[in-house]
């Protein structure tokens, strides 16, 4: 299953964003989503993940929300009050099943968010 994620963009401190990541392939039922970001220099970090309930880095609690639509194939990541140590590229992970019910665990190309101040 390939994932493709749209959405990012260069935004001025304070400014929102809301990130994509749509499954492609027959019909793939998503377990779980997540979002990881890696700012240049850092190592990839995890900034919010979903299945049953939502949990959230702290450093991103309040002002990022996680969502899933499974009839859309699509994770969603809004991001709000962004703050120039946001800047990152961020990636998407969704684990689930086809319409087979294989299982499959994949990852999105990454999108770059910059936040100036």
């Known amino acids: 299953v390939q994932l493709v994620e749209s959405g990012g963009g260069l935004v001025q401190a304070g400014e929102s964003l809301t990130l994509s990541c749509t499954a492609s392939?027959?019909?793939?039922?998503?377990?779980?989503a997540g979002w990881y970001r890696q700012a240049p220099g850092k190592q990839r970090e995890l900034v919010a993940t979903?299945?049953?309930?939502?949990n959230y880095a702290d450093s991103v609690k309040g002002r990022f929300t996680i969502s899933r639509d499974n009839t859309k194939k699509t994770a969603y990541l809004q991001v709000n009050s962004l703050k120039p140590e946001d800047t990152a590229v961020y990636y998407c992970?969704?684990?689930?099943?086809?319409?087979?019910?294989?299982?499959?665990?994949?990852w999105g190309q990454g999108t770059q968010v910059t936040v100036s101040s």
């Open positions: 392939g027959f019909t793939p039922r998503i377990n779980s």
């Open positions: 979903i299945s049953e309930d939502a």
């Open positions: 992970n969704l684990e689930g099943s086809d319409f087979l019910g294989r299982p499959f665990n994949s």
